[in-house]
């Protein structure tokens, strides 16, 4: 039990442990509004949810809890669920009794789908009113925990201080994380010269072994200053540092806390006139992202005149201790929290959105991520956020690849598990020009050239996935649609704007299998071949996009 509980949400650790049963939570809208207002934990973290937002108000609101206990890894773990639709429909497979389930800890589906369209990338269906939270051993997670305590005020010092603690922290013990080459630079910098000023210098002029800083954020639809072929000696002498953005000023700030007299700003470091320039920049993205000390990630942003932390609320942040009380088993302390924190302010987020920032931030070293809540760490070694300063338990980590360049060490077959998911999470972010699908995941295929060694590259595919990797599809919730532009082959998920999936050969229908590795003998032993296998050379000759003759 917990004094930060209402009575409903007390329900759940008190009296006997109901398993796999649907039971009456708060069941009006009035009630448990009531409950957030009176400071429930669990309550206020649903009122203040996407899904909450998107909740019609003419549905009538008859919530329910459900509770089943987790085994393997999650030994002594359970999973809560809080559903206003019904979990008649959502455990109607579920088995019965009080076996456990065995796994991790899933977020919810409840983010908001995508739909991509001619015009960009819009909302089309609401999140489903569910919520997850995760119930841990009180032993599992103390040692992540640390001694924060999150500050109520979005600009208190102490939230960046916890971001100067990682960075410190990271530098000193992980190796695999301090893997920058300091001979490079890039071609341009933004330098800070002092609280107000700025200025664009060319970095291998004037700088040797400074560290810099890069920044991930969304450009939006407002005015912004940008480098121009008429402005660039302007922009050499002085910039104006309070006449940027918000969230160049944002990442400004934290460049001065930590210590960084160099940022890489896209906007102010590539000539937005020029194209030769941009194609350049553009294809030395690699370099630019892998070789920064740290990337800021401006996640909750839409627009690079909005600010971080708008929707911070400290009282849900820290995971909250609870006092089981169940019948027939001895009193135990765990930690109860939001399984979906993750998803909610860093996965769904506005820059998550953008197609360019999936190989910004999984090229990058270490990750710093300013979310509408709270800040959040991402490095080769750890996941970490102010509900976990110390890390992430493993249970509870994205499960993502940490950066491009983490500890793990895949095989072959992991090297390819990982791209698939990677064009998988690329595909359904959105573009400005689309045109640019092919040279904004450049650096990404250029990273797994050196891993893979001899294997061909060509348009989004690789020459052993043949033909397997032609089995990619369009998913159900998105319209892809083809292009008016001519930008990569039919035979590439690049050529459709739209998610997509690559299959494997075991998701795939064996028929389909047999029929494709048929064609595909059939057409190496016969003249057309030839022309194919040329066509691939010519395909594989570019990484970026491909001209139709």
Known sequence: ????????????????????????????????????NHGCYICGIITKSEAWKAFDVDDS?????YLEALSGSLSGWLNLTIDAVGMEASSSEQSDGSEEVSGTIEPLETGVLIEQTESGVVQSSPPVPIWGFAIQPAKDVEGNLGHYTPPKESDHPRILGLGQQWLSKCRAH?????????????????????????????AGDEILNHPYATLSHCW????????MASNIDELRSNINLDELPTSYREAISICNKFGFQYIWIDSLCIIQDSIDDWRQEAMAMRDVYRNSTLNIAAAAA?????????????STISPLPIDAQWEGQNPGKYYLTNANTYRDEVASSPLRRRAWVVQEVWLASRNLYLTKNQLWWKCCEIEASESYPDGLPEELSSRESLTGF?????????LHHSWNRLVETYSACGLT??????????????????????????????????????????TKEVRAFRPPAYRAP????????????????????????????ALWWTVKHIQLAKILLALWEVAASRFTELSPG
């Open 220 to 227: 939006g639809k407002g005015k912004t200053l940008r480098l």
């Open 490 to 517: 039919s035979w590439s998920w690049a050529s459709l704007d739209g998610a997509i999936r690559l299959n494997t050969i075991r998701q795939t229908p064996r028929r389909i299998v047999l029929n494709l590795y």
């Open 1 to 36: 039990m917990s004094s930060r509980l209402c009575a409903n949400c007390n329900l759940v650790f008190t009296g006997p442990q109901m398993l796999k049963q649907d039971l009456p939570h708060h069941q009006s809208r009035e009630s448990i509004t009531s409950a957030a």
């Open 61 to 65: 609101f008859k919530s329910t809890w």
């Open 406 to 414: 983490g500890k793990q060490r895949y095989d072959i077959k992991g």
């Open 302 to 314: 839409s627009e690079n005149s909005d600010s971080s932390f708008t929707a911070r609320d400290a």
């Open 174 to 202: 992980h190796p695999s994380c301090n893997n920058q080459n300091l001979a490079f630079r890039p071609t341009r910098l933004l330098e800070i010269v002092n609280q107000n000023r700025g200025r664009v210098i060319l």
């Open 433 to 474: 020009v689309p045109s640019d699908k092919m040279i904004a995941f450049a650096g990404i295929a250029q990273h797994f050239q050196t891993l893979l060694g001899s294997d061909v590259y060509a348009a989004g595919l690789w020459r052993s996935q043949l033909p397997q990797a032609l089995c990619w599809f369009s």
